[in-house]
């Protein structure tokens, strides 16, 4: 069993940053992919940023340029750095990752995380 345990978020004002991170523990042979996905009051939950194994990282148009996708491999975490906020990145921000383990290849998600754009 895997579990993702998410920290930060919180509320801050458009413009300003704020920086999430996912903790992987548990049977974890190696890391597929990883990703972060928001999910805005009555809209569908979206990708908004993924990492693979090898380290190359997508970003969703939306967040290009603003927002940082990274992973520290010995700390088994993943973070996202975000920029210049704005009130329309107010969402609750999930990580997720695919993971080799000892029952196969398996996806995970984080509990959630509320993040708060005021203008």
């Known amino acids: 069993q895997v579990q993702l345990v998410q920290s930060g978020g919180g509320l801050v004002q458009a413009g300003g940053s704020l920086r999430l991170s996912c903790a992987a523990s548990?049977?974890?042979?190696?890391?597929?992919?990883m990703g972060w996905y928001r999910q805005a009051p009555g809209k569908q939950r979206e990708i908004i940023a993924a990492i693979i194994a090898g380290g190359s990282t997508n970003y969703a148009d939306s967040v290009k340029g603003r927002f940082t996708i990274s992973r520290d491999n010995a700390k088994n975490t993943m973070y996202l750095q975000m920029n210049s906020l704005k009130p329309e990145d107010t969402a609750v921000y999930y990580c997720?990752?695919?993971?080799?383990?000892?029952?196969?290849?398996?996806?995970?998600w984080g509990q959630g995380t509320q993040v708060t754009v005021s203008s």
């Open positions: 548990g049977s974890i042979f190696s890391i597929n992919t």
């Open positions: 997720n990752g695919n993971y080799r383990t000892p029952l196969g290849a398996r996806n995970y």
